[in-house]
């Protein structure tokens, strides 16, 4: 059985007095035992949220890292041994917004994935498509490319210590979500690639939907087979909300 995971997304969002807030609001919940749950604050508040959660079942993650694993002379980036130093025990990689208005590209994306993973951190990858590309049919080819650069580059074992999170980008942030058909093709098409290449991997790895998931869609979502937890942004800003999505997932 996969362990559900539920991760929030702070973006470039917080002060260091509404991160307390954040904090004192996570500390209250109540998270249901078997959900895995883990939040990604801008870098700056990574310690803050470290010595804030102290002792709550809640792992911190990094929303970049750099290309290289190790500190050095790279200016403005952040090393996987310097996150992993901080105590991250996970790390986005390739967020659309990263992908889209930074560049990043999968070349790029591979190399911080292997950063991340040799440093002990895990890689969530995020993979999606744009309205666009859904409405041309490329759905699966686009994601189906993004998954498999990093496949190409690392080899298909490297998934058994990582998590994927398929993000529609038109479903970022705009209210729209995929429906839970939708969202599970894409799911069981992604694990139907790993499967290909390694049936282990395939069955292990957790692939999270992410895309203006709330409470009240989360229990939908999180029913469907391939869909093991979500990368929540907006809800994940709000204790309470972000709490009811958690307990979606132990559902
Ligand atoms: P959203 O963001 O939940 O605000 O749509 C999800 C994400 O970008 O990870």
Partial sequence: MRRPLV???????GTRASVA??????????????????????????????????????AVGAQNCAVEPMQGALTGEIAS???ADAGCTLVLVGHSERRQILGESDELLSRKFAAAQSCGLTPVLCIGETLAQREAGKTLEVVGRQLGSVIEELGVGAFA????????VWAIGTGLTATPE???????????????????????????????????????????????????????LNAD???????????
């Fill in 81 to 83: 041994s310097q996150l």
């Fill in 161 to 168: 210590r990582a998590v994927i999170a398929y993000e529609p």
């Fill in 7 to 13: 991760a929030g997304n702070w973006k470039m969002h």
């Fill in 21 to 58: 807030e954040l904090i004192k609001g996570l500390r209250l919940l109540a998270l249901p035992t078997g959900v895995e749950v883990a939040v990604f604050p801008p870098c700056l508040y990574i310690n803050q949220v470290m010595t804030g959660l102290d002792g709550k079942a809640i």
């Fill in 241 to 251: 909300e972000f709490g009811a999505i958690c307990r979606a997932a132990g559902n």
């Fill in 182 to 236: 939708q969202a599970q093709e894409v799911h069981a098409a992604i694990r139907a690639q790993l499967q290909a290449e390694n049936a282990e991997v395939a069955r292990g790895v957790r692939i999270l939907y992410g895309g203006s998931v709330k409470a009240a869609n989360a229990v939908e979502l999180f029913g469907m087979p391939d869909i093991d937890g979500g990368l929540i942004g907006g809800a994940s």
